[in-house]
């Protein structure tokens, strides 16, 4: 009766409160938004001496970005679409960023001081080919050389002023691939070295204002070219050949053409593959060979001479002219854990302009790119200040001798995310700090109290507001009785695992995976996936939890796998090992030891699944459940889905004994022709459900078919694959089934004729929810499919369930053969989607919200209840108290309820829900290039007071109330008194 | 049943005294009136005593009675109340029904209290104190109506498979997608 009047109540509370929304004020509070741009692939410098020092950069998020160099804070940013990758980026006119972008194919302007864009000029593609972007360096602003731009077979001269094309140049018939674009200062004739099919080398001689050829040669070069390229000055360029070991250097003063090959064996003795490290030096080139730098001076007939060598790996920036035609560059390489940062003229390499050295975090990696910057101090000598990106992703600015500044762009890269507990504070607080708490709390109600009574000035506003966002210590770093305090555990693309406080999202610890054995072929294993290995609760109470890191050397399928467990306090790695097969799938069992740890088995590549921990303990508790565990494996390419059961140990072929043989059991095979699988998926493993009956407004039950072995599978015909409006409705048809993964058997199978994918789908509790594109209504939609059991629908009698005579909590298989039915129902939905995640309590009483990330990168909370197939037209006033909302062809889309409010979560890829301790509240922690989190009531915080609860105000009505009676008791007193002696 | 239980709980508060204690030839020192005789006053009182009592009995039957049938009103407001309250979960109809279910089950608990004036050898209670116990009953039965009305009493199936957790499953399953 408790829980009928409990849901009873509930229902009341959720259907008052449609939509969830926050008030101005309450914006920031609990929520936090990260802005990232991305590892940085260019960077140009604008420090003139007037107006903000800047850096516009280009990264590899496709995010072109304008950097305060003092602080290294976004004065703006882009964030391009996911396939317009930035080739290029230089400034024109000195006012004006230009990017290069999609092969070629787009060239845009930014007006530099505060983004916006200028210009637009979509240019001429035909092929695919390397893109270049050459903008000159004009000091005269008056005078307007076009940007030479060559993408796609074609040679673009592009006016910096609005974007016009002033000629074009093709190319594609002969397969010309422009490498280098000169313009000497001064002259109106460009100079485009190109090679056919890299064995011919031609120049071509153009005039900038009209697009006319003024003169070609081509040379045959036998040998072939390797793609690298490096300008050593106007007029010569050094590259490689095919088999790179020889350096050709190519001249081509006034149009003639002239080759002289020098053998990397006649500059070194140990000769191997050379690799032109892509530097700008003038007369200088770099080569590396064998891990070594060597540098190469070009003499005046293009004569190599090697003039020095660094042993270390080092990372270089262009070279930079600096005062009396010099040009120095700056090159960075380490020495333990530090790092030499040395800025050298190119001419006299002995002569070291800058030698700095720089303690670096050891979690930070190698350098992979330095940019250099020059500035004049006061006392006329040259400065140098050094933009370096690390190996995870990091950008910090060196600046005499210290970082000036650190970005950890790594965040932009976010794979996989996990949340864990923070420890637990400690008892006791000292007398004094009781005594300032009161205080300082006494001062914060009354504070409050003046606010919810309109009495408050504008300071007090802004005091409140301060108190509010340090109130009750939402930072600290112990766990909190709400369990709103979590660490959010993020792996990075570069292998950096970060892990977040939710209270304010600071870097609490940061740790790079390094290879266990430290050998040659892996270096630096990249991070996949991320698990909770240890999460004690019971048992174990002393042992701090651990997550375990799936890490891999290399990029194909059949690379080594890498373990990596870390302690989650500290951050520090607990043990990593080498597991010496491949990984192609993990998968956590539902099973711990005594230590908590948690079982995980790792699939590798010939169909061998291999045990974790390796422990008896373990190996005897998998061996109980042995018969009982399954995998499958989805063949995207072929259309098959294929499940696997354990067969026995592989001890016959390894002496490993956590290591077991599979056998196939059943495959799901798609015909090619007419279905390709788009999306899978399957519900989370630790999801908790709270019932697993539904009841209708008419005390009907419905069963749910909650089972973890679902599998949603959505599959497309193989034209409708492609972008959406490519194919007429007739050709396309989505199909979604829901799969069995124990035995195989479709359970469900439902068939959109004229629909086409990108699918997002969510798969919670007994129902999943899925978005694709209707053709023929030229709209996106949403289905919903709830599933229920009908083998257990006879459970009604009341005195049997009364009395326990039931079978609804018995374990089941999946081998009693189901029977299930569904109801679906579709809407319109007027916004494409990029995500879409559900809210996770701990008990999952609490409704659901769906959280839908939008195309323009924001999230909706949408109502699980607006999704719902019990929805017609016209309710009957029983449904409506329950809570069920009238059908709407379309889902509304409330303003309020996008819970990112004004934010953006520039590129957003995922969304992670996590629940805390308080049933009512759930974490969101979305991420794309920026991160956001914030905390979620999706039926409002029935179970706790509100941060606006004037505490202040109950007590003083207390007080009210007490003195009131004192004082009619005191007066009632003597009025009797009174009244008896009359 | 209240005004009945106001009059007789708290006993009488006067009473005339008829039988004169002033009899005694002792303390008498005013001589009686002339034409008074006092012989047959005395006669009387036998026959007007057992004629008192007997009206006593009939009284108290009657007052009995009516103690009896006094929570029939107290139903009909009841009734009448709860009807006014309507059949959906909220403050005013829970407090009504549960005041419905309160005031019978008390009453119930103190019926023998509420019947101790009236007792008396000659009066029979248990006719009176049937129908009392009947009637609220009655109001008692009409409470837990109202209390299923109101969907509070686990009288369905959904009420006692609700809390059941879903089943374990003897099976387990993962995988997916091919890690690249």
Redesign the interface.
């Given at each position: 009766?408790a829980?009928?009047?409990f849901?009873?109540?509930l229902l009341?509370l959720s259907s008052a409160i449609l939509s969830f929304s926050l008030y101005e004020d309450q914006a920031g509070l609990t929520d936090w938004h990260q802005r990232y741009i991305g590892k940085v692939k260019h960077a140009v410098f604008h420090t003139q001496k007037t107006g903000r020092k800047r850096v516009i950069v280009s990264t590899e998020e496709n995010v072109v970005a304008s950097l305060d160099l003092r602080h290294g804070e976004i004065f703006w940013r882009h964030v391009l679409g996911t396939k317009d990758a930035i080739d290029g980026v230089g400034i024109a006119l000195g006012k004006y960023v230009i990017t290069l972008s999609s092969e070629g194919s787009t060239l845009r302007a930014w007006n530099l001081p505060d983004g916006q864009m200028v210009w637009e000029t979509s240019l001429h593609s035909a092929q695919h080919s390397k893109s270049l972007l050459s903008v000159p360096i004009n000091l005269k602003v008056d005078k307007d050389y076009p940007i030479i731009v060559f993408g796609g077979g074609y040679l673009h001269a592009v006016s910096a002023i609005d974007g016009e094309v002033l000629w074009k140049k093709d190319f594609t018939a002969e397969g010309f691939e422009v490498q280098r674009v000169l313009q000497p200062p001064g002259s109106s004739i460009i100079y485009v070295l190109g090679f056919i099919n890299f064995s011919e080398a031609v120049v071509y001689q153009i005039d900038s204002k009209s697009g006319e050829v003024v003169a070609e040669k081509s040379m045959m070069f036998p040998g072939g070219f390797s793609g690298e390229i490096s300008s050593v000055s106007s007029d010569k360029v050094v590259v490689l050949d095919s088999t790179r070991s020889i350096l050709v250097t190519i001249g081509f003063i006034d149009g003639d053409i002239s080759f002289q090959k020098t053998p990397i064996s006649d500059l070194v003795e140990d000769s191997g593959k050379a690799e032109i490290l892509s530097a700008l030096l003038s007369n200088m080139l770099a080569v590396k060979v064998n891990k070594r730098t060597l540098f190469v001076k070009v003499g005046g007939e293009g004569k190599l001479e090697v003039v020095d060598s660094l042993s270390d790996e080092t990372a270089m920036s262009d070279s930079l002219p600096v005062a009396d035609d010099q040009e120095a560059f700056a090159s960075v390489h380490h020495e333990g854990s530090k790092i030499h940062l040395m800025v050298k003229l190119v001419n006299e390499l002995d002569n070291v302009l800058l030698r700095e050295t720089i303690q670096m975090d050891q979690h930070r990696g190698r350098v992979h790119k330095v940019f250099m910057n020059n500035y004049i101090r006061t006392d006329r000598s040259n400065g140098f200040r050094a933009l370096i990106v690390m190996e995870d992703h990091s950008l910090l600015l060196l600046q005499q001798g210290a970082i000036v500044w650190s970005r950890e762009e790594g965040l932009a890269s976010v794979t996989d995310v996990t949340t864990a507990e923070l420890p637990l504070g400690k008892d006791g607080v000292s007398v004094a700090k009781v005594e300032h708490t009161l205080f300082e709390w006494l001062k914060g109600h009354v504070l409050k109290l003046k606010g919810s009574l309109l009495l408050a000035s504008p300071e007090d506003v802004v005091a409140i507001q301060e108190l509010r966002v340090k109130s009750s210590g939402k930072n600290k770093l112990t766990r909190d009785h709400n369990g709103f305090r979590k660490l959010i555990l993020a792996l990075t693309r570069p292998g950096k695992l970060f892990a977040l406080h939710t209270g304010d999202g600071r870097i609490v610890w940061s740790m790079l995976l390094k290879s266990p054995s430290n050998s040659q072929a892996c270096e630096r294993p990249n991070g996949?996936?991320l698990y909770q290995w240890q999460v004690p609760h019971h048992h174990a109470m002393d042992e701090n939890p651990s997550v375990l890191v799936v890490g891999?050397c290399g990029?194909d399928?059949s690379a080594p796998g890498v373990l990596s467990f870390v302690d989650v306090y500290t951050g520090k790695e607990i043990s990593s090992s080498d597991i010496g097969h491949s990984?192609?799938?993990?998968?956590?069992?539902?099973f711990t030891d005594s230590t908590e740890q948690r079982l995980h088995?790792i699939?590798d590549t010939v169909g061998h699944v291999h045990l974790y921990p390796k422990t008896s303990e373990a190996l005897s508790i998998f061996q109980r459940?042995f018969q009982?565990?399954?995998?499958?494996?989805?063949?995207?390419d072929d259309g098959i889905i294929r499940?696997h059961v354990m067969k026995g140990s592989c001890s016959s072929e390894t002496a490993d004994e956590y290591c077991f043989t599979t056998r196939e059991l059943w495959t799901v095979v798609f015909p090619s022709e007419s279905e390709k699988i788009i999306s899978?998926l399957?519900r989370k493993?630790n999801e908790v459900?709270?019932?697993?009956?539904k009841?209708n407004s008419d005390?009907?039950?419905l069963?749910?078919y909650?089972?973890?072995?679902l599998l949603f599978v959505a599959t497309v015909s193989p034209k409708g694959a492609g972008e959406i409006g490519s194919v007429t409705p007739e050709e396309s048809s989505l199909v979604v089934y829901l799969i069995d993964?124990?035995t195989g058997r479709i359970l469900h199978r439902l068939s959109h004729q004229g629909c086409q994918g990108p699918v997002h789908a969510v798969f919670s509790e007994n129902w999943v929810v899925y978005h694709y594109f209707n053709l023929r209504a030229h709209k996106y939609e949403v289905t919903v499919v709830e599933i229920y059991d009908q083998s257990r629908a006879e459970?009604?009698?009341?005195w049997k369930?009364?009395l326990g005579k039931h079978n609804?909590?018995?374990?089941?298989?999946?081998y009693s053969r189901p029977e299930v039915f569904t109801k679906s129902q579709s809407y319109f939905f007027a916004q494409s989607v990029k995500t879409i995640a559900v809210t996770s309590t701990a008990k999952g009483i609490t409704s659901k919200q769906l959280l839908i990330g939008t195309i323009g990168d924001q999230i909706l909370a949408l109502d699980k209840r607006f999704v719902d197939p019990r929805r017609t037209l016209n309710p009957s006033q029983a449904e409506k108290?329950e809570g069920i909302i009238p059908l709407t062809d379309t889902l509304p889309i409330i303003p309020q309820a996008y819970i990112t409010h004004s934010h953006k979560v520039e590129g957003l890829r995922g969304i992670v829900t996590a629940p805390s301790k308080l049933e009512s509240t759930t974490h969101v922690f979305a991420y794309g290039v920026d991160l956001f989190y914030t905390r979620l009531a999706p039926s409002k915080t029935y179970d706790s007071l509100t941060d606006d609860f004037s505490y202040a105000l109950l007590l003083i009505t207390i007080v009210a109330l007490v003195a009131a009676i004192y004082i009619t008791w005191v007066l009632s007193e003597k009025k009797e008194l009174s009244e008896k002696w009359r | 049943m209240d005004k009945g239980k106001a009059v007789m709980g708290t006993g009488r508060r006067w009473a005339v005294e008829f039988s004169d204690q002033s009899t005694v030839p002792s303390s008498r020192d005013i001589l009686d009136p002339p034409g008074f005789s006092r012989a047959s006053q005395e006669q009387d009182d036998s026959a007007n005593s057992r004629q008192k009592k007997d009206a006593e009995a009939t009284w108290k039957l009657q007052k009995a009675w009516e103690v009896a049938q006094s929570p029939f009103k107290n139903l009909m407001m009841m009734g009448f109340m709860m009807w006014m309250a309507g059949n959906t979960v909220h403050l005013f109809s829970i407090g009504i029904t549960f005041s419905a279910l309160w005031q019978p089950i008390s009453a119930l608990q103190s019926v023998g209290k509420i019947f101790e004036p009236f007792k008396d050898n000659k009066v029979e209670l248990l006719m009176p104190k049937l129908v009392f116990l009947a009637l609220n009953l009655g109001g008692l039965a009409l409470g837990v109506w109202k209390l299923n009305t109101l969907g509070l009493l686990p009288t369905h199936a959904s009420d006692w498979v609700s809390s059941l957790p879903p089943p374990q499953e003897v099976e387990h399953s993962g995988g997916g997608f091919v890690f690249h």
């Amino acid at each position: 009766m408790a829980i009928r009047v409990f849901l009873t109540l509930l229902l009341f509370l959720s259907s008052a409160i449609l939509s969830f929304s926050l008030y101005e004020d309450q914006a920031g509070l609990t929520d936090w938004h990260q802005r990232y741009i991305g590892k940085v692939k260019h960077a140009v410098f604008h420090t003139q001496k007037t107006g903000r020092k800047r850096v516009i950069v280009s990264t590899e998020e496709n995010v072109v970005a304008s950097l305060d160099l003092r602080h290294g804070e976004i004065f703006w940013r882009h964030v391009l679409g996911t396939k317009d990758a930035i080739d290029g980026v230089g400034i024109a006119l000195g006012k004006y960023v230009i990017t290069l972008s999609s092969e070629g194919s787009t060239l845009r302007a930014w007006n530099l001081p505060d983004g916006q864009m200028v210009w637009e000029t979509s240019l001429h593609s035909a092929q695919h080919s390397k893109s270049l972007l050459s903008v000159p360096i004009n000091l005269k602003v008056d005078k307007d050389y076009p940007i030479i731009v060559f993408g796609g077979g074609y040679l673009h001269a592009v006016s910096a002023i609005d974007g016009e094309v002033l000629w074009k140049k093709d190319f594609t018939a002969e397969g010309f691939e422009v490498q280098r674009v000169l313009q000497p200062p001064g002259s109106s004739i460009i100079y485009v070295l190109g090679f056919i099919n890299f064995s011919e080398a031609v120049v071509y001689q153009i005039d900038s204002k009209s697009g006319e050829v003024v003169a070609e040669k081509s040379m045959m070069f036998p040998g072939g070219f390797s793609g690298e390229i490096s300008s050593v000055s106007s007029d010569k360029v050094v590259v490689l050949d095919s088999t790179r070991s020889i350096l050709v250097t190519i001249g081509f003063i006034d149009g003639d053409i002239s080759f002289q090959k020098t053998p990397i064996s006649d500059l070194v003795e140990d000769s191997g593959k050379a690799e032109i490290l892509s530097a700008l030096l003038s007369n200088m080139l770099a080569v590396k060979v064998n891990k070594r730098t060597l540098f190469v001076k070009v003499g005046g007939e293009g004569k190599l001479e090697v003039v020095d060598s660094l042993s270390d790996e080092t990372a270089m920036s262009d070279s930079l002219p600096v005062a009396d035609d010099q040009e120095a560059f700056a090159s960075v390489h380490h020495e333990g854990s530090k790092i030499h940062l040395m800025v050298k003229l190119v001419n006299e390499l002995d002569n070291v302009l800058l030698r700095e050295t720089i303690q670096m975090d050891q979690h930070r990696g190698r350098v992979h790119k330095v940019f250099m910057n020059n500035y004049i101090r006061t006392d006329r000598s040259n400065g140098f200040r050094a933009l370096i990106v690390m190996e995870d992703h990091s950008l910090l600015l060196l600046q005499q001798g210290a970082i000036v500044w650190s970005r950890e762009e790594g965040l932009a890269s976010v794979t996989d995310v996990t949340t864990a507990e923070l420890p637990l504070g400690k008892d006791g607080v000292s007398v004094a700090k009781v005594e300032h708490t009161l205080f300082e709390w006494l001062k914060g109600h009354v504070l409050k109290l003046k606010g919810s009574l309109l009495l408050a000035s504008p300071e007090d506003v802004v005091a409140i507001q301060e108190l509010r966002v340090k109130s009750s210590g939402k930072n600290k770093l112990t766990r909190d009785h709400n369990g709103f305090r979590k660490l959010i555990l993020a792996l990075t693309r570069p292998g950096k695992l970060f892990a977040l406080h939710t209270g304010d999202g600071r870097i609490v610890w940061s740790m790079l995976l390094k290879s266990p054995s430290n050998s040659q072929a892996c270096e630096r294993p990249n991070g996949i996936s991320l698990y909770q290995w240890q999460v004690p609760h019971h048992h174990a109470m002393d042992e701090n939890p651990s997550v375990l890191v799936v890490g891999k050397c290399g990029s194909d399928s059949s690379a080594p796998g890498v373990l990596s467990f870390v302690d989650v306090y500290t951050g520090k790695e607990i043990s990593s090992s080498d597991i010496g097969h491949s990984v192609v799938q993990v998968m956590p069992l539902p099973f711990t030891d005594s230590t908590e740890q948690r079982l995980h088995l790792i699939a590798d590549t010939v169909g061998h699944v291999h045990l974790y921990p390796k422990t008896s303990e373990a190996l005897s508790i998998f061996q109980r459940e042995f018969q009982n565990v399954y995998w499958y494996t989805v063949e995207a390419d072929d259309g098959i889905i294929r499940g696997h059961v354990m067969k026995g140990s592989c001890s016959s072929e390894t002496a490993d004994e956590y290591c077991f043989t599979t056998r196939e059991l059943w495959t799901v095979v798609f015909p090619s022709e007419s279905e390709k699988i788009i999306s899978t998926l399957t519900r989370k493993p630790n999801e908790v459900v709270h019932t697993q009956a539904k009841v209708n407004s008419d005390q009907d039950l419905l069963y749910k078919y909650v089972s973890r072995n679902l599998l949603f599978v959505a599959t497309v015909s193989p034209k409708g694959a492609g972008e959406i409006g490519s194919v007429t409705p007739e050709e396309s048809s989505l199909v979604v089934y829901l799969i069995d993964t124990i035995t195989g058997r479709i359970l469900h199978r439902l068939s959109h004729q004229g629909c086409q994918g990108p699918v997002h789908a969510v798969f919670s509790e007994n129902w999943v929810v899925y978005h694709y594109f209707n053709l023929r209504a030229h709209k996106y939609e949403v289905t919903v499919v709830e599933i229920y059991d009908q083998s257990r629908a006879e459970n009604k009698n009341v005195w049997k369930l009364i009395l326990g005579k039931h079978n609804l909590t018995a374990p089941i298989t999946s081998y009693s053969r189901p029977e299930v039915f569904t109801k679906s129902q579709s809407y319109f939905f007027a916004q494409s989607v990029k995500t879409i995640a559900v809210t996770s309590t701990a008990k999952g009483i609490t409704s659901k919200q769906l959280l839908i990330g939008t195309i323009g990168d924001q999230i909706l909370a949408l109502d699980k209840r607006f999704v719902d197939p019990r929805r017609t037209l016209n309710p009957s006033q029983a449904e409506k108290e329950e809570g069920i909302i009238p059908l709407t062809d379309t889902l509304p889309i409330i303003p309020q309820a996008y819970i990112t409010h004004s934010h953006k979560v520039e590129g957003l890829r995922g969304i992670v829900t996590a629940p805390s301790k308080l049933e009512s509240t759930t974490h969101v922690f979305a991420y794309g290039v920026d991160l956001f989190y914030t905390r979620l009531a999706p039926s409002k915080t029935y179970d706790s007071l509100t941060d606006d609860f004037s505490y202040a105000l109950l007590l003083i009505t207390i007080v009210a109330l007490v003195a009131a009676i004192y004082i009619t008791w005191v007066l009632s007193e003597k009025k009797e008194l009174s009244e008896k002696w009359r | 049943m209240d005004k009945g239980k106001a009059v007789m709980g708290t006993g009488r508060r006067w009473a005339v005294e008829f039988s004169d204690q002033s009899t005694v030839p002792s303390s008498r020192d005013i001589l009686d009136p002339p034409g008074f005789s006092r012989a047959s006053q005395e006669q009387d009182d036998s026959a007007n005593s057992r004629q008192k009592k007997d009206a006593e009995a009939t009284w108290k039957l009657q007052k009995a009675w009516e103690v009896a049938q006094s929570p029939f009103k107290n139903l009909m407001m009841m009734g009448f109340m709860m009807w006014m309250a309507g059949n959906t979960v909220h403050l005013f109809s829970i407090g009504i029904t549960f005041s419905a279910l309160w005031q019978p089950i008390s009453a119930l608990q103190s019926v023998g209290k509420i019947f101790e004036p009236f007792k008396d050898n000659k009066v029979e209670l248990l006719m009176p104190k049937l129908v009392f116990l009947a009637l609220n009953l009655g109001g008692l039965a009409l409470g837990v109506w109202k209390l299923n009305t109101l969907g509070l009493l686990p009288t369905h199936a959904s009420d006692w498979v609700s809390s059941l957790p879903p089943p374990q499953e003897v099976e387990h399953s993962g995988g997916g997608f091919v890690f690249h």
